[in-house]
T-cell receptor
Framework: GESVGLHLPTLSVQEGDNSIINCAYS??????FIWYKQESGKGPQFIID?????DKRQGQRVTVLLNKTVKHLSLQIAATQPGDSAVYFC??????FGGGTRVLVKP | DTGVSQDPRHKITKRGQNVTFRCDPI?????LYWYRQTLGQGPEFLTY????????KSRLLSDRFSAERPKGSFSTLEIQRTEQGDSAMYLC?????????????FGSGTQLSVL
């Protein structure tokens, strides 16, 4: 089966710095991954997705990197802002969510 | 606002009571999902519908839980004889998948507290 998991439960970052959130997956047959952001009191919100035929995909201030060799993906947030404070989840094709990483942005 | 509505936002009930939650998905979305989320954890899949057909149910969904989507639009999730362990956020999401993968649009959830 598919399982995904994040490496760190909490990431504290200075405002303006870049954030990197990591996620590992177990099923080498997974061909699609998606990142969600969840703010307090709200449901998860789509950020960006990537298919397994890609190594990198960029959005607005976010980049997802996929390393199929080590079954690892990461979400990079450029110039982190206070509004980026949230819990971030990765999920695979079966929409199985990992435990989440809480990003705390320090002013 | 994602366009997915859930009602109520909060529900407090006593153990043993029945509760029902409602989800109104984005109108053109044919898939509807229910997830459960406890504090500090990621959402756990419960069940999903393709139009009015319930296609998959998690082992987490005990026989006290039932979900319906009678006309392929809104859905209800009922929990009978609630237990304290049922206390969680119940999230609904909808999608209209094209090709590989799908983006879920989540509602804000119903927070259930069982006393």
């Amino acid at each position: 089966g598919e399982s995904v998991g994040l490496h760190l439960p909490t990431l504290s970052v200075q405002e303006g710095d870049n954030s990197i959130i990591n996620c590992a997956y177990s099923n080498s047959a997974s061909d699609y991954f998606i990142w969600y952001k969840q703010e307090s009191g709200k449901g998860p919100q789509f950020i960006i997705d990537i298919r397994s035929n890609m190594d990198k995909r960029q959005g607005q201030r976010v980049t997802v990197l996929l390393n199929k060799t080590v079954k690892h993906l990461s979400l990079q947030i450029a110039a982190t802002q206070p509004g980026d404070s949230a819990v971030y989840f990765c999920a695979g094709l079966k929409l199985t969510f990992g435990g989440g990483t809480r990003v705390l942005v320090k002013p | 606002d994602t366009g997915v509505s859930q009602d109520p936002r909060h529900k407090i009930t006593k153990r043993g009571q029945n509760v029902t939650f409602r989800c109104d998905p984005i109108s053109e979305h044919n898939r509807l999902y229910w997830y459960r989320q406890t504090l500090g954890q990621g959402p756990e899949f419960l069940t999903y519908f393709q139009n009015e057909a319930q296609l998959e149910k998690s082992r987490l969904l005990s026989d006290r839980f039932s979900a319906e989507r009678p006309k392929g639009s809104f859905s209800t999730l009922e929990i009978q004889r609630t237990e304290q362990g049922d206390s969680a956020m119940y999230l609904c999401a909808s999608s209209s998948p094209l090709g590989i993968g799908e983006k879920l649009f989540f509602g804000s959830g119903t927070q259930l507290s069982v006393l």
